[in-house]
């Protein structure tokens, strides 16, 4: 058995739908309580693994939908700051002179 994490992709270079599917293959063979304790202890191992893996893709793509859509994940809407120049400062058009 110990061929089998030799041959499975890093966490790192699988897809989330790969991941999440091979994660609930690992919470069902563990429930199964069919393997022994150091095999156990390898696909917990491995789980954590992907489990890290769907947490950043997920994260990631929580930051894309919030730039995206203007608002955080509370709801509140993102701000950025104004241009903070007087508008008594800024030059006025030429056709804006006549008017002085």
């Given at each position: 058995?110990?061929?089998?994490?030799?041959?499975?992709?890093?966490?790192?270079?699988?897809?989330?739908?790969?991941?999440?599917?091979?994660?609930?293959?690992?919470?069902?063979?563990?429930?199964?309580?069919?393997?022994?304790?150091?095999?156990?202890?390898?696909?917990?191992?491995e789980?954590?693994?992907?489990?890290?893996?769907?947490?950043?893709?997920?994260g990631?793509?929580?930051?894309?939908?919030?730039?995206?859509?203007?608002?955080?994940?509370?709801?509140?809407?993102?701000?950025?700051?104004?241009?903070?120049?007087?508008?008594?400062?800024?030059?006025?058009?030429?056709?804006?002179?006549?008017?002085?």
């Amino acid at each position: 058995m110990a061929n089998d994490t030799a041959e499975k992709p890093s966490p790192t270079d699988i897809s989330f739908e790969d991941a999440l599917q091979a994660l609930q293959g690992i919470v069902e063979s563990l429930e199964s309580g069919s393997l022994g304790l150091e095999e156990s202890l390898a696909r917990f191992e491995e789980g954590i693994g992907l489990l890290g893996t769907c947490s950043n893709v997920l994260g990631q793509a929580e930051q894309r939908i919030e730039t995206l859509t203007g608002v955080d994940s509370n709801g509140n809407p993102i701000t950025e700051p104004l241009d903070n120049e007087a508008t008594i400062d800024k030059q006025p058009d030429a056709d804006d002179a006549s008017l002085f």
